[in-house]
């Protein structure tokens, strides 16, 4: 399994070295940040599997950052860090998308404890899928090929099979283009145009014999995404 990465902002340096030093020890990548402003450049772009955020930052402050990361990577975990006593704040932390909250001080046990369990019910971490059964055939993803009973094959491209081994791994959710350029295609979303994820959905959807004026399987939402919508 691929280390998972995780990304600490958190201004206080005794408390960052510390948690950067338990998450490294109990064997994760880690990423570091010290202030608001470079955690705010860095939490929507990093390719990172959680992020702990300290709410209380110089420069952007931690609801800042949240805010920011929910519109870039609205799966990716975010763990809050808050002072004893600062209920308000933790509750709009949690409204505001954080996925949990630990409260300084806190033991190591505790932390690592947390970081798992968001991390195992996380979205940003599906199962992978290998394989896609179909009506009149099957989609390889292993193999980067959509093979049919009647003997046609069409080949999937790197990124083809990345986008629809992750719309298949997140089955029955919306997915957004924005989600599909920083997640599936590891792109920065700065002048990126997003309507080529359409261009691609269009071509898999050819490859599928998902009729596209009806598809079956990659169904448009209007105003969020596309979904994977064969039955389990």
């Known amino acids: 399994m691929a280390t998972k990465r995780v ?35 860095r939490a929507p ?9 300290d709410l209380m930052l110089p420069g952007p402050s931690g609801f800042d950052i949240l805010k920011a990361v929910r519109e870039a990577r609205p799966t990716l975990p975010v763990i809050i860090l808050t002072a004893r006593g600062e209920e308000t704040d933790r509750v709009q932390g949690l409204r505001l998308g954080g996925d949990d909250y630990v409260v300084k001080p806190f033991s190591v046990r505790e932390l690592l404890a947390r970081v798992e369990a968001v991390l195992r019910r996380s979205p ?11 009506a009149d055939g099957v989609a390889d993803l292993a193999r980067c090929e959509v093979r049919f009973d009647d003997g046609t094959r069409h080949e ?16 029955g959710r919306a997915v957004s283009r ?6 599936v295609w590891r ?17 898999l959807r050819a490859k599928l014999r998902d009729d596209a004026e009806s598809p079956k399987v990659l169904l448009t939402v209007r105003g969020k995404g596309y979904v994977f919508a064969t039955p389990a």
């Open 124 to 134: 940003e971490r599906p199962d992978k899928v290998q394989r896609i059964e179909l």
């Open 156 to 171: 999937l491209s790197e990124r083809e099979v990345a986008l629809l081994g992750y719309l298949a791994s997140h089955r």
């Open 187 to 203: 792109l920065d979303l700065r002048g990126r145009e997003t309507r080529t994820i359409d261009v691609h959905i269009a071509n």
């Open 7 to 41: 990304l600490v902002i958190e201004d206080d340096d005794a408390i960052r070295r510390g948690v950067t030093d338990a998450l490294t020890f109990a064997g994760y990548e880690v990423l570091a940040a010290a202030t608001g402003q470079d955690g705010l450049v």
């Open 178 to 183: 924005e989600e599909i350029l920083t997640r």
């Open 45 to 53: 772009r990093a390719t990172v599997d959680l992020v702990l955020l």
